[in-house]
């Protein structure tokens, strides 16, 4: 699949299998989010794979938005770990960290499985589960399985703004 056709083909489902995934497909996915370029490679963030029951468990008292998958990803980023651009002391951390998200996100459909960008979690509940992501800033979680029957794209989907509305030739 070329990339624009990935690009477009690419929607937030919302209704996925808990059919295990592959691990090689697994594999792919996280080689494609280490691959994303960082600010000055300082690469401070951290991905946390989430398979087994236990942990999923954990995971739904802090999101209800785990649309049936049977595993998640958390991105989370560390701002002392960060680029600051010296002139006006912008923190790069989640640019970073939301350009790994996207790499993540895109390989999720580029190996034919699906997931949605979840912002909506509570990250202090999510903290207070897992003594790993403490002192990190969570910025994503994605929900990933195969779609289920039935799955389609929210109407808000096919709500883009037109490349003349959205660039400017200046
Ligand atoms: C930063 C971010 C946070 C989002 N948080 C949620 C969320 O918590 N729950 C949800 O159902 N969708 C969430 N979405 C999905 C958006 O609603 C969705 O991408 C947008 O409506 C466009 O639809 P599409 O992804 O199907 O093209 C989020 C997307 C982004 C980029």
């Given at each position: 699949?070329?990339?624009?056709?990935?690009?477009?083909?690419?929607?937030?489902?919302?209704?996925?299998?808990?059919?295990?995934?592959?691990?090689?497909?697994?594999?792919?996915?996280?080689?494609?989010?280490?691959?994303?370029?960082?600010?000055?490679?300082?690469?401070?963030?951290k991905?946390?794979?989430?398979?087994?029951?236990?942990?999923?468990?954990?995971?739904?008292?802090?999101?209800?938005?785990?649309?049936?998958?049977?595993?998640?990803?958390?991105?989370g980023?560390?701002?002392?770990?960060?680029?600051?651009?010296?002139?006006?002391?912008?923190?790069?951390?989640?640019?970073?960290?939301?350009?790994?998200?996207?790499?993540?996100?895109?390989?999720?459909?580029?190996?034919?499985?699906?997931?949605?960008?979840?912002?909506?979690?509570?990250?202090?509940?999510?903290?207070?589960?897992?003594?790993?992501?403490?002192?990190y800033?969570l910025?994503?979680?994605?929900?990933?399985?195969?779609?289920?029957?039935?799955?389609?794209?929210?109407?808000?989907?096919?709500?883009?703004?037109?490349?003349?509305?959205?660039?400017?030739?200046?």
């Open positions: 699949m070329d990339f624009l056709t990935l690009a477009k083909e690419r929607y937030s489902c919302r209704k996925l299998t808990d059919k295990p995934v592959e691990p090689e497909k697994i594999e792919r996915i996280l080689q494609a989010a280490i691959a994303a370029p960082t600010a000055k490679n300082l690469q401070p963030y991905i946390w794979k989430i398979t087994s029951a236990e942990s999923m468990a954990k995971v739904k008292k802090a999101t209800n938005f785990t649309f049936g998958a049977g595993m998640v990803f958390v991105v980023v560390l701002k002392n770990k960060a680029f600051v651009r010296p002139f006006d002391g912008l923190n790069y951390a989640d640019i970073d960290g939301a350009i790994v998200a996207t790499h993540l996100m895109l390989a999720v459909k580029a190996e034919g499985l699906d997931t949605t960008w979840v912002g909506m979690f509570d990250a202090f509940k999510l903290q207070s589960e897992f003594n790993e992501m403490q002192g800033e910025i994503a979680l994605f929900p990933v399985g195969y779609a289920a029957e039935g799955a389609t794209p929210a109407s808000r989907h096919f709500e883009r703004r037109a490349i003349s509305d959205a660039v400017e030739e200046i």
